[in-house]
């Protein structure tokens, strides 16, 4: 079991930034991947970003090069960097932690982020 503690959403103006981050616990020696999903209103849950133990990243084109993900392994926490941030950016967003065999999926309960223009 891995559990997922997320913090850092809140209300921002248009162009302004926030921080977001994830701490997982329990069977963290299983993780290979975490990373943030979001959901808005009406619409399902796309990725925003992830980071694999390896270092290798995978962005959505509507975030690269205004949201940097990043992960302290030792720490078991992954940091979302969010610059520039637009209205479209408003949702909740769910820190994710990926284990392998059986591959499954770990859900944090969601923060909220919204940005006004």
């Known amino acids: 079991q891995v559990q997922l503690v997320e913090s850092g959403g809140g209300l921002v103006q248009a162009g302004g930034s926030l921080r977001l981050s994830c701490a997982a616990s329990?069977?963290?020696?299983?993780?290979?991947?975490m990373g943030w999903y979001r959901q808005a209103p009406g619409k399902q849950r796309e990725l925003v970003a992830t980071r694999a133990n390896g270092g290798s990243t995978n962005y959505a084109d509507s975030v690269k090069g205004r949201f940097t993900i990043s992960r302290d392994n030792a720490l078991n926490t992954v940091i979302l960097q969010m610059n520039n941030l637009k209205p479209e950016d408003t949702a909740v967003y769910y820190c994710?932690?990926?284990?392998?065999?059986?591959?499954?999926?770990?859900w944090g309960q969601g923060t909220q982020v919204t940005v006004s223009s």
């Open positions: 994710l932690a990926a284990v392998p065999m059986p591959p499954y999926n770990y």
């Open positions: 329990g069977s963290n020696s299983r993780i290979v991947v």
